[in-house]
Structure formats: C-alpha cells, structure tokens
C-alpha cells in the first residue's frame, strides 16, 4: 500500500495593501520659504503701522508703489535669469540708456509709440548683447555684465551728458504718475501685476519655465535631454533688457525728465530682492512667488523708513543685511541636515 507524500501548503505571500500617496498641503512653488516671508510681510506691515499713522494710508501705497514699479519690474526677469543660473548686473544701465534714448527720440520729434518702440529695442539688444557673449564665448555672465554695466552707462553720458530731457508728452507722464479713476492702484501697477503673472506661469506652469529649471540644474543633463542651453539663455537675458528697457522708460514718464544717471545703483537691490526671494545663487531653485514677497517686504520697509527719514546708507545697510541672511541661512539648515544625516 503506497502513501501519499503530502507536501505542506507554500506560506501566502502577505496581502499588499495598497501605499497611500502623502500629497504636498501646499503647491512646490510656495513652501517654508514663502511661508516665512509672508510672515515678515505682515510683520513689517504690522509694525509699520503702529509706528506711523501715514504708513497704511491709500495716499502713502500709491507713491510709494509709483515710485517702485521700475524697480519692481527689473525684479521679475532677474528672477528667471538666477533661476537658469546667471546673473544680469547691466540692468540699471539699460534702464537708463532706454530712458536716454526714449527722451532724445521724443526731443527729435518722433510720436510716443515709435520712441517706445524704439527704447524697447535698445532695451532688447542690450540683453541680447549680454546673452550672446555669455552664451558664444563660455564667459561668466557676472564678468560679461559688468563690462556691460559700465559701457551702457557710459553709452547714456555719451549721448546726454550732464543734460536732461523734459520734453515728455502728458500722456506718458499721465501714465506714470496717476491712478485708476476712485482707486489708489498706479497704472503701471496693473503692468506689473499683467508682466509678473505671466512670468510667473510660464516659469511654473510652462515648458520654457521646466527648461529654465532644468539648465539651471545642470548645464550638461541639459544638453544631453535635448535642451537648447544656449536659446534658452539668450532669451532669459533679452527678456531682462526689454523690460529693464520698459522700466526705465516707465520711470522717466514718472519724473518727468530723462537723464543719464537714472536707475543708478538699482541692479544691487534687484539682485538682493531675488535673493531674499528663496532664488539660489547657483540656480535651479527658486519661484516668482517668494520673490515678489521678497519685493513687497523691500518696499515696505523702504516706505517705513521713507517716513522717520532714515538715511539712505542705513536702508542700504538694512537691504544688505536681508539679503546676507537669505544667503547664510539656506546654507545653514543644508549643514544640520547633513550632519543629522551623518549621526542618524
């Protein structure tokens, strides 16, 4: 009578239950960064207005806004062109050759739209300048830019000098200096806001804005997906001369005088607004969001001290100090990760 050998039953793999997916409870451009500026924001608001019964008045936001748009402006392309991981230290030149320009061809009879036209070229052909010896030659854009810094800025004293121009139409000045009917919202506010929006989505949300992101991670996976490094820097650099260009223009409607010296010393403060941004120095991080809180906590300390007339060199010092600390402590939470790494 032969048995039957029975094998003992194989064990059952164990039920897999399905792995929930943890989702982000904010979007990736907004996160701890954002977070803490706009605490800042609401901080220097806050405190602003307790400090000074003029500081959170409609009158107060539309001069100061007004007199903030060129500045504002420069800040949104800088923001891409860091992003991508270079720098445009030529900004405030082509602000002030634009200007130049823009005033001389208004003085020489050409109508508002051509002299516009035109200062927008000038504007373009300057970044593109910048961009096609960064990109042709290999150089740093730091290095290329303040070459330009300085050849821009001589440009304008070479075709003004110490002169001025006042020959603005009224409509432009109009258009710098006043307000929405019933509002306290500057015209070139809703520029801004129109320029800011749409850098931001594309930078976000579009596939010129992944490229960015990606070159400004690394230049050679860049080059090996199919990216065109080179395109894609010389737009980021032309886009910030036009609207440098723009912003200058929008500028000299706002004082009503084009001049060879106007914008200097501004491109510091841009770098440092995109810095205090969350933007990093070496590129492929950063969003519009973080560096257009970072513009608004600029101008709204500018305006409190604006009001107790401090100095400019102290708002400077302020300005500098912010933008060490945007600087310094990215830097010091990647080592105490890195050393919690090490000791785990």
Do not use: C
């Amino acid at each position: 009578m032969s048995t039957a050998v029975q094998t003992p039953p194989l064990p059952s793999a164990p039920a897999t239950e399905p792995v929930a997916r943890t989702r982000r409870a904010l979007p990736a451009w907004f996160g701890g960064w954002e977070l803490a500026l706009v605490a800042l924001v609401i901080a220097a608001v806050v405190a602003g207005s307790i400090a000074s019964p003029f500081f959170a008045t409609g009158q107060n936001f539309a001069i100061t806004t007004a007199g903030a748009i060129g500045l504002a402006l420069m800040v949104v392309p800088m923001a891409g062109l860091m992003v991508a991981g270079e720098i445009d230290l030529s900004v405030a030149s082509v602000f002030g050759l634009a200007g130049v320009t823009f005033g001389m061809t208004l003085d020489a009879g050409i109508p508002l739209i051509g002299a516009l036209l035109i200062g927008l070229v000038v504007g373009a052909a300057a970044g593109f300048i910048n961009g096609w010896l960064t990109t042709a030659f290999g150089l740093p854009s730091l290095v290329v830019t303040v070459g330009t810094l300085g050849l821009y800025r001589g440009i304008a004293y070479i075709l003004l000098e110490n002169r001025s121009i006042s020959r603005i139409p009224a409509e432009w000045a109009a258009f710098a200096q006043s307000n929405v009917p019933g509002t306290y919202l500057p015209y070139p506010l809703i520029l801004f806001v129109v320029v800011a929006v749409a850098a931001g989505v594309i930078l976000h949300r579009g596939g010129f804005g992944r490229r960015v992101f990606a070159v400004g991670s690394s230049v050679t996976a860049s080059r090996y997906s199919g990216i065109r490094v080179r395109l894609v820097k010389r737009a980021l650099f032309t886009f910030s001369g036009a609207v440098a260009a723009l912003a200058g223009m929008i500028y000299t409607g706002y004082v009503a005088s084009a001049r060879a010296d106007n914008g200097t010393g501004l491109e510091l403060t841009v770098i440092a607004i995109v810095l205090i941004g969350g933007v990093s120095m070496y590129g492929g991080r950063g969003s519009m969001v973080g560096v257009i809180l970072a513009l608004i906590l600029v101008i709204a300390l500018g305006s409190w001290m604006n009001l107790f007339f401090v100095p400019t060199n102290v708002q400077n010092t302020v300005i500098g100090s912010l933008m060490i600390a945007a600087v310094v402590v990215p830097a010091l939470i990647l080592l105490a990760r890195d050393r919690m790494r090490r000791t785990a």
